[in-house]
């Protein structure tokens, strides 16, 4: 007696062919997902590189980063570094880069915001070209710095004693770039000239050849007739350094 054996469709072939090529498929795409790079290391690489960067900004400094998309197409990587465009600073509204220092590696760029609150100054009144500013000429405000104008006066030693090279209203932000050191010394005026090196110190008259604010280089002419260069201190004296 021959015995039959049934012989499986060809219908049901391909169904449990197509079975097995969904699963693969399925495993395929969730490794290809598991292979994408975490947005989320890329988000604390950016926080931990903006809170070095903010630190000593004046004022109270603070940040946000934006999202990173989830469905990335990047590599995992373990060696990601953060960094800011050429000419960058940590200010405002910024993008970081995130690099991946791998050979063959990415790049990307996360927007963010660095917010820095803290004291600023305006003119307290209306106040003349050539003005010299006092205390009560100033007035404190306070906001978010990287708003503002670039240069803004946020210590009010930066303004004491300086004149204005523009008018300005009241309420005005002032800024270090309309500010102006009055003069240590002024031409033709008579001068302490001090000359210092090792182990001497001498001083003499003299008189300057043009106008120096405290720190700049001025020349002055001695009573021997000679030309010297210094550095105008206040009070009339011109410093002449031989080393």
């Known amino acids: 007696m021959i015995e039959s054996f049934p012989i499986p469709s060809l219908k049901s072939h391909m169904t449990s062919l197509l079975k097995r090529l969904s699963f693969l498929l399925c495993v395929g795409l969730a490794a290809h997902a598991q292979a994408r790079q975490e947005p989320a290391e890329v988000k604390r690489v950016i926080e931990d590189f903006l809170r070095v960067q903010t630190r000593g900004l004046p004022g109270q400094a603070s940040f946000t980063v934006g999202t ?12 990601l570094e953060a960094f800011l465009p050429a000419g960058g600073r940590p200010w405002g509204r910024i993008n970081v880069g995130v690099r991946c220092q791998l050979a063959g590696g990415w790049s990307i760029y996360v927007p963010a915001q660095v917010r820095v609150m803290g004291e600023y100054f305006v003119t307290a009144r209306p106040l003349a070209r050539g003005q010299a500013i006092t205390a009560g000429d100033l007035a404190r405000r306070q906001g978010d710095l990287a708003e503002l104008p670039a240069g803004v006066v946020t210590e009010e030693a930066q303004a004491l004693g300086k004149t204005l090279n ?6 005005q932000i002032l800024r270090t770039d309309i500010l102006r050191a009055p003069p240590a010394v002024q031409q033709g005026q008579s001068v302490r000239i001090v000359s210092k090196g090792r182990g001497f110190q001498v001083a003499t008259e003299g008189k300057a050849l043009a106008n120096a604010a405290d720190g700049q280089v001025v020349q002055v002419r001695t ?11 206040p009070g009339g004296t011109v410093e002449v350094g031989h080393y």
Request: glycine letters at 10%; charged letters at 5%.
């Open 68 to 79: 990173v998309d989830p469905n990335n197409n990047l590599a995992p990587c373990p060696a």
């Open 166 to 171: 523009v008018s300005a209203q009241s309420g």
């Open 223 to 233: 009573a021997s007739g000679q030309t010297l260069s210094g550095i105008a201190r």
